[in-house]
């Protein structure tokens, strides 16, 4: 069962950014899959979740270098965004990588919600200004 489904909804003006965020919509259903009903291919939920949180640095980095190669005049605020972002999906995932008190759901939809949010607000603006 998926997840995220990736539709045209999600598809924003810059390749680059649609490849990275089909990769954690990739990983989120990869994390679902594990949680719920152990269709991962053996992998460790708290490995996927792990790489997860790597790679949206990765990508956050990215998105970063993008905008500073232009004018992009809320680049500080979504810089700040990515900030937020990144320190709320560390401390929570680190906590359900220690074993600690976590539920996955919770921090399943979290995931969810902080990506399509993401992706819909921020990132759609920053695209279009990319073009």
């Known amino acids: 069962m ?3 489904r990736w539709t045209s909804a999600l598809e924003l003006p810059n390749d680059e ?3 990275q965020h089909r990769e954690l919509v990739a990983r989120l259903n990869a994390f679902h899959a594990a949680l719920t009903d152990g269709e991962s291919g053996g992998e460790d939920p708290a490995a996927i979740l792990a790489f997860l949180v790597q790679y949206v640095g990765q990508h956050f980095a990215r998105e970063e ?3 500073a190669g232009t ?3 809320h680049s500080e605020d979504h810089k700040a965004e990515h ?3 990144r320190e709320q999906v560390q401390e929570r995932s680190q906590a359900f990588i220690d074993g600690k008190a976590i539920d ?3 921090l ?3 995931l ?3 990506l399509v949010q993401h992706i819909l607000g921020w990132d759609a603006e920053m695209a279009t200004h990319l073009r």
């Open 2 to 4: 998926t997840f995220i």
């Open 104 to 106: 996955g759901n919770d």
């Open 108 to 110: 399943l939809e979290l």
């Open 71 to 73: 004018d992009y005049p």
């Open 83 to 85: 900030r937020r972002l």
């Open 17 to 19: 950014v649609n490849e």
């Open 65 to 67: 270098e993008l905008m």
């Open 112 to 114: 969810k919600r902080w």
